[in-house]
């Protein structure tokens, strides 16, 4: 069945690494996308993407940047990492207007 | 001002009752989700409407576009219903990504 699937799903880093959260679908589906959600903000979108080699800034994109090689993937890399990035990280993908969601990861910045 | 509001924010009823929880927006949009989230965090679509009226099951969900509001409605509720609900808008003309609410953590008892 096809799916999408975030990796890993719980991570514990320090201030100031580079942190990459993996996001995979197995849909073929051109467009993604990927959120945060914080308590008191709800989801939020990060970056998105309509296809190979092309990447947008959401909301909120300071501190995270994406890259699309391919149709399947869309990694997250958080270039130094910082507290107020302790978030639940989300992955989407789409179709068109449907989106489908991932499992999250949960980051947490000590 | 978050551009979607959902109310109630919190909502605790009694198995069987009737669950009604509202969206509105402010801004143009080309589709409204609703969505579930259980514990354990996975987001799930409910819903994607554009206009009038659908039903799943025991769920319906509800759009005025001219209000710029819509309603999601749990008949003869269940405590498996119990989640939260998070609306969010696709704006007319922007990014595929969406705009969340904040979500609405309903409680069902038996």
């Known amino acids: 069945d096809a799916e999408i699937t975030q990796s890993p799903r719980h991570k514990i880093t320090e201030t100031g690494r580079q942190v990459t959260l993996a996001c995979h679908q197995t849909?073929?589906?051109?467009?993604m996308f990927w959120y945060r959600q914080d308590l008191g903000h709800g989801l939020r979108l990060i970056h998105y993407s309509y296809g190979v080699q092309d990447t947008n800034k959401g909301e909120v994109s300071d501190g995270y940047s994406v890259s699309r090689s391919n149709t399947e993937d869309l990694p997250l890399t958080l270039e130094s990492a910082a507290s107020s990035q302790t978030s639940v990280y989300f992955c989407?993908?789409?179709?068109?207007?449907?989106?489908?969601f991932g499992p999250g990861t949960r980051l947490t910045v000590t | 001002k978050n551009e979607v509001e959902q109310s109630p924010q919190n909502l605790t009823a009694q198995e069987g009752e009737f669950i009604t929880i509202n969206c509105s927006y402010s801004?143009?949009?080309?589709?409204l989700h609703w969505l579930q989230q259980h514990p354990g965090g996975g987001i799930v679509s409910l819903f994607m409407l554009s206009s009038g009226k659908k039903k799943h099951g025991r769920l319906i969900a509800t759009i005025n576009i001219q209000e710029k509001h819509s309603s999601l409605h749990i008949t003869a509720s269940h405590p498996r219903d119990s989640a939260v609900y998070i609306c969010a808008v696709r704006s007319r003309g922007g990014a595929d990504g969406l705009t969340f609410g904040k979500g609405t953590h309903l409680i069902i008892q038996p």
């Open positions: 989407a993908s789409s179709p068109g207007y449907e989106q489908y």
């Open positions: 801004v143009g949009i080309s589709a």
């Open positions: 849909w073929n589906h051109n467009n």
